[in-house]
C-alpha cells in the first residue's frame, strides 16, 4: 500500500511542483490549503499532470489554524508523514505586518505540529529558506553555520526550524527533515503549473517574466554595485521540479532511514549567478528584451549567497540537474501561455 502524504500548502508554487512528483513517484497525497496565495486550479492541472497518478490526490481548503477542521482530517485519514509548505512568504509585508506573519506561520505551524503528535504521525518535512543564514560571513553556505533573522518573515522560519528542534528533543519519535531553499525558479516543462504570485512580484524571476509579457514596463535591478562580477546581487537560483525531487528524497529518508534526528539541509544548486546574468539567459531563451532600470541596494539584502550542497548530497542522495538555461526556458514557456497566471487580464494588478 502507497504511504499517503498530507502536503500543506500545496496549491502554491513549491508545493504543487512538489505534489505532482510525489504523486509521480506512487505518493497518495491529501493537499491542505486556504488558498490565501493560490487557486483550486492548481490542483486540478496537477492531478491532470499526473495522469493515472491524478487519482491518487484529493484536497481540503483548511486553514492550519483551524484546529478541529485538521483533527477531523487526521480522524478520517491516516498520514505517514507530513509535508509542511504552507505559511505568508513576502518579505517586505512581513516587515508592514509582523503579527500577521506570526500568527500565521507559527500558530498555524503549532496548530498542524498539535494535530500530528496527538495521532502519532512524527514524520515531518519543513519548508525553511535560505534567508535564515542572514547576511553569512562567507560562502557557500553550509548548515551548521549561525542563524540570524534580517526579517519577521525570516524570523518565523527560524522559531519554527527551533520548534522542530525541540519537540525531537523532548520526543525521538520525531522525525524532522528541515530543507533550506535557496532561490525556486522556473515551472514544469509543461508550461502547465508554475508560480503566480498575487499583486506585485517581490521576486526577481516573476518580476523578469511580467516584464517580458508587457505587464510590467522595466525591471528594477536594486543595487549594481556590489563586490560582484558585474556589480548585481548574486543568488543560488534552483529549478522547482529540482527543488520538487529534493521533497521525494527527503521523505524516502525519513521512510528508510534511522537515527534522522531533526536536521537541517540547503536545496540549492552552488552556482553563484548575477541579476544581469539572470536577465541575459531569459532574454535569450524568450527572445524577448526586459528593459532594465538601476536603483539603490534593497535593505536587507546579502551580497553573494549560494549554497553548499554537500550534505544534502551526501546524506539525501539528491543533486540538482538543471541548468540556468534550462530554468529560463521553462519559466518563459510557463508565462507565454499563462501570462495571467492562473486568472485572467482582470483579476491581476
Ligand atoms: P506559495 O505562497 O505559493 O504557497 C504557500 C501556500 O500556503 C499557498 O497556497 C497559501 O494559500 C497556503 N497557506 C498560507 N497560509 C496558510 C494557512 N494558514 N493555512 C493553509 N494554507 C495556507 O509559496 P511557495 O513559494 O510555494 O512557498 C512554499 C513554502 O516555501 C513557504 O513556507 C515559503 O516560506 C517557503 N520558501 C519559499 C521560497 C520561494 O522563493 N518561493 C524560498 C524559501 C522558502
Ligand atoms: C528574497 C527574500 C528572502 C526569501 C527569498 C525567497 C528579501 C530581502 N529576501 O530573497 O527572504 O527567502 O526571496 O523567497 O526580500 N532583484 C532585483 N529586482 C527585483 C527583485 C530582485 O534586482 O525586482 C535582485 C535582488 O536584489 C537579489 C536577486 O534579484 O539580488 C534575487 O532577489 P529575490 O528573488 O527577491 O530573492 P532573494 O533576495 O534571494
Known amino acids: 500500500m502507497a504511504e499517503s502524504i498530507l502536503v500543506t500548502g500545496g496549491a502554491g508554487y513549491i508545493g504543487s511542483h512538489t505534489v505532482l512528483q510525489l504523486l509521480l513517484s506512487g505518493f497518495r497525497v491529501v493537499v491542505v490549503d486556504n488558498l490565501n496565495n493560490s487557486a483550486a486550479v492548481a490542483i486540478k492541472r496537477v492531478s491532470e499532470l499526473a495522469g493515472e497518478f491524478g487519482k491518487n490526490l484529493a484536497f481540503q481548503q483548511i486553514d492550519l489554524r483551524d484546529k478541529a477542521a ?9 498520514f505517514d508523514a507530513v509535508i509542511h ?3 505568508l512568504k513576502a518579505v517586505g509585508e512581513s516587515v508592514q505586518k509582523p503579527l500577521l506573519y506570526y500568527n500565521n506561520n507559527l500558530i ?10 496527538a495521532h502519532r504521525c512524527m514524520k515531518l518535512v519543513f519548508s525553511s529558506s535560505a534567508t535564515v543564514y542572514g547576511c553569512p560571513k562567507e560562502v557557500p553556505c553550509r548548515e551548521e553555520f549561525p542563524l540570524s533573522a534580517l526579517n519577521p518573515y525570516g524570523r518565523t522560519k527560524i522559531i519554527i526550524e527551533e520548534i522542530c528542534r525541540d519537540i525531537h528533543c523532548a520526543d525521538s519519535d520525531w522525525k524532522i527533515i528541515l530543507l533550506r531553499y535557496f532561490n525556486p525558479v522556473g515551472a514544469h516543462s509543461s508550461g502547465y503549473i508554475g508560480d503566480d504570485p498575487h499583486g506585485v512580484p517581490n521576486n526577481l524571476m516573476p518580476f523578469v517574466q ?3 509579457v508587457g505587464r510590467r514596463p522595466a525591471l528594477t535591478v536594486y543595487g549594481n554595485d556590489y563586490s560582484t562580477k558585474d556589480g548585481t546581487g548574486v543568488r543560488d537560483y534552483i529549478h522547482v521540479v529540482d527543488l520538487a525531487d529534493g521533497h521525494v528524497s527527503a521523505l524516502k529518508k525519513l521512510f528508510e532511514g534511522s537515527n534522522i534526528g531533526c536536521e537541517a539541509y540547503n536545496l540549492g544548486t552552488g552556482k553563484g549567478t548575477t541579476v544581469l546574468e539572470m536577465v541575459a539567459a531569459f532574454e535569450s531563451v524568450s527572445g524577448k528584451k526586459v528593459p532594465l532600470v538601476m536603483a539603490g541596494r534593497r535593505p536587507g539584502d546579502a551580497e553573494i549567497l549560494y549554497a553548499s550542497t554537500a550534505k544534502a548530497e551526501k546524506e539525501l542522495k539528491w543533486k540538482a540537474k538543471y541548468s540556468i538555461e534550462e530554468m529560463c526556458r521553462d519559466q518563459w514557456n510557463w508565462a507565454s501561455k499563462n501570462p495571467y497566471g492562473y486568472g485572467s487580464p482582470d483579476s491581476s494588478d
Not at 70 to 78: A, G, I, P, Q
Not at 108 to 117: D, H
Open 85 to 87: 509548505f504552507a505559511g
Open 108 to 117: 498555524g505551524t503549532i496548530s498542524l505540529l498539535e494535530v500530528m503528535a
Open 70 to 78: 485538521l483533527n477531523k482530517l487526521f480522524d478520517l485519514t491516516h
Open 210 to 212: 511580467q516584464v517580458a
